[in-house]
């Protein structure tokens, strides 16, 4: 089970910091990513921002974040977390987090085997 948290509303230029609390088993095994989605609830649909491998720590963000976004694990708490700063109103989106088996982090939304129920990142100009 994926928990997230963190989202809220803020003003551009300011900062979140998103959580995803993995319970129910060690995550060790799975690529993590955060995902966000405009409108809509088809993960099909969802653009993946971030992501990270557990087991080896490799990570990336896409480049419309790049310098603004990192993506990071706390291994005691099985928690990923989005760091957000300098917000762009087009940053506004339901973000998710999602985890799929494996270490391959550029994998399709198909392969993502659990979702986090979203928590919702307003920015306004």
């Known amino acids: 089970q994926l928990v997230e948290s963190g989202g809220g509303s803020v003003q551009a230029g300011g900062s979140l910091r998103l959580s995803c609390a993995a319970s129910?088993?060690?995550?060790?095994?799975?690529?993590m990513a955060w995902f966000r989605q405009d409108a809509g609830n088809d993960p099909f649909r969802r653009i993946k921002v971030a992501a990270i491998a557990w087991i080896t720590g490799n990570s990336y963000v896409i480049d419309s974040v790049k310098g603004r976004f990192t993506i990071s694990k706390d291994n005691v708490k099985n928690t990923i977390y989005l760091q957000m700063t300098n917000l762009k109103p087009e940053d506004t989106a339901v973000y998710y987090c999602?985890?799929?088996?494996?270490?391959?982090?550029?994998?399709?939304?198909?392969?993502?085997?659990?979702w986090g129920q979203g928590t919702q990142v307003t920015v306004s100009s």
């Open positions: 129910g088993g060690t995550p060790s095994t799975y690529t």
């Open positions: 999602g985890a799929a088996l494996g270490t391959y982090l550029y994998g399709h939304n198909g392969s993502y085997r659990y």
